[in-house]
């Protein structure tokens, strides 16, 4: 029996489809509010005819927050796939993240040696490999602190993973740049693809890492397969400009592109009036300091170590973004 966590997100829901259709049992933990209809979509997305697949997920009500539900869950578990996490730049968020990313992740390494599990896989984030100042950032590159806040509680919860894995827990650490996928237009790069539709001006002018999402769940599966541990791999399958990535997705949804650099003056003055209009209308911030330096910074993360690895063969992320796009307009037209 598999177990995963996080299975109504973005890399979790994708998983769930890709374990079951292949004929694999599995337990998925969702917090009781949660809500399962972006799942069921995310489903239909791959076939009209794969309601009988999201029917065959084994949903337990439980958090990685409360140990006795997620003790439950670990129950007759042999392999588990931690996907759960809260992504946010916001530093208001940081104890909520320090909560769920941290001290969660901590509760999941210490079920799977309690239960002494088989094999567990942890999604990270590229946000928590260093930034190298020569050609290419691999797993290597040496990580420094920084004002990003996710960033941070992520690359915690990676020590919690080395932990395990000091303690006999055969885990592997995947750290996947921005995931192109559907499903999820509120969040994530999903947000992107909303915010786009809309028409927009500005462009950032950084430069990343991006992957489908259906070459995350692959690599994540076959490193489990082939039992990989002990190790982490950045899983980036391009790196694109923030500009490139923003008139790619404005022409497959057949909107005019940005024309504009929002360089990082401009995204100060933006965020100083997103302040401003926040106190006076009540509502949560839209923009941040840590999301600013990451939109105008530039890496080049290396997949050279997965590729080797399992000899690796990557989704264009332009052939991803149009499936996106898509899907996008199928839901929305």
């Known amino acids: 029996m598999i177990l995963v966590t996080g299975g109504t997100g973005l890399v979790g829901c994708n998983l769930l489809y890709f374990l079951i259709s292949n004929n694999k049992k599995v337990i998925a933990l969702k917090r009781s509010s949660s809500n399962i209809e972006n799942v069921k979509k995310v489903f239909l997305s ?94 290597n590159t040496e990580w420094i602190d920084n004002k990003n806040p996710y ?83 950045i899983l980036v399958a391009e790196n694109w400009t923030f500009k490139k990535f923003f008139i790619k997705v404005s022409n497959s949804l057949n909107i005019n592109p940005p024309k504009k650099k929002a360089g990082k003056i401009l995204m100060e003055i933006a965020l100083v009036y997103d302040f401003i209009i926040s106190k006076i209308k009540g509502k949560r911030r839209r923009l941040n300091r840590a999301s600013i330096e990451s939109s105008n910074s530039s890496a080049n993360y290396s997949n050279s170590k997965i590729s080797s690895k399992l000899n690796y063969k990557f989704k264009k992320i332009e052939k991803s973004i149009e499936e996106t796009c898509q899907i996008f307009k199928n839901q929305f037209n």
Not at 73 to 94: M, T
Not at 96 to 104: A, C, F, L, P, R
Not at 212 to 221: G, H, Q
Request: aromatic share 12%; glycine share 8%.
């Open 151 to 233: 960033s941070k509680t992520k690359k915690n919860a990676e020590m919690e993973v080395w932990r395990g894995i000091s303690e006999g827990l055969n885990a592997v650490i995947v750290n996947p740049g921005v995931i192109v996928g559907s499903g999820f237009w509120k969040r994530g790069s999903g947000a992107f693809f909303t915010q786009i539709s809309r028409g927009m001006n500005y462009y950032p002018v950084g430069k990343t890492g991006f992957i489908c999402v259906k070459d995350v769940v692959k690599i994540m599966y076959e490193l489990m397969d082939k039992n990989i541990f002990s190790e982490r791999f």
């Open 46 to 139: 791959y076939s009209k005819n794969d309601l009988k697949l999201f029917n065959r997920i084994n949903w337990i009500d439980g958090d990685i927050n409360d140990l006795e539900s997620l003790s439950n869950a670990f129950k007759n578990v042999s392999e588990v796939y931690h996907c759960a996490a809260f992504i946010s730049f916001d530093k208001n968020d940081l104890k909520s993240m320090q909560k769920i990313n941290v001290e969660g992740t901590a509760n999941v390494i210490n079920c799977a040696i309690d239960y002494k599990i088989k094999k567990l896989c942890y999604v990270s984030t590229i946000a928590a490999i260093g930034l190298s100042t020569s050609k290419f950032t691999d797993e």
